[in-house]
């Protein structure tokens, strides 16, 4: 029910922004995440966002991703700068509704950067 884009190849130093919308009806969005899964490693949160705004991020990636989020469009979107090599790897959206806190997860896109 997540639709995953932006992704693609850059060369090292540049940027992309991801976007993660909602298909169907999901109502009552607490945080809403990206994950990222370079071959060979488990996956990993990148950044997330709370529904009042409060942001985290990875430290690897501090300084360089913004996440950000619209919630009249139930939308979340990740701004990445400054790319690097290791930032290649396939990126997730998830987004955690409801009352019980059911998890959503987009199918991911690729972002590869080239050195």
């Known amino acids: 029910q997540l639709q995953a884009s932006g992704g693609g190849l850059v060369q090292a130093g540049g940027s992309l922004r991801l976007s993660c919308a909602t298909s169907?009806?999901?109502?009552?969005?607490?945080?809403m995440d990206w994950y990222r899964q370079a071959p060979g490693k488990q996956r990993e949160l990148v950044a997330s966002?709370?529904?009042?705004?409060?942001?985290n991020y990875a430290d690897s990636v501090k300084g360089r991703f913004t996440i950000s989020r619209d919630n009249a469009k139930n939308t979340v979107y990740l701004q990445m700068n400054s790319l690097k090599p290791e930032d290649t790897a396939v990126y997730y959206c998830k987004m955690v509704a409801g009352l019980f806190k059911h998890d959503y997860w987009g199918q991911g896109t690729l972002v590869t950067v080239s050195s």
């Open positions: 169907g009806s999901i109502s009552n969005i607490r945080t």
């Open positions: 966002i709370t529904s009042g705004g409060s942001s």
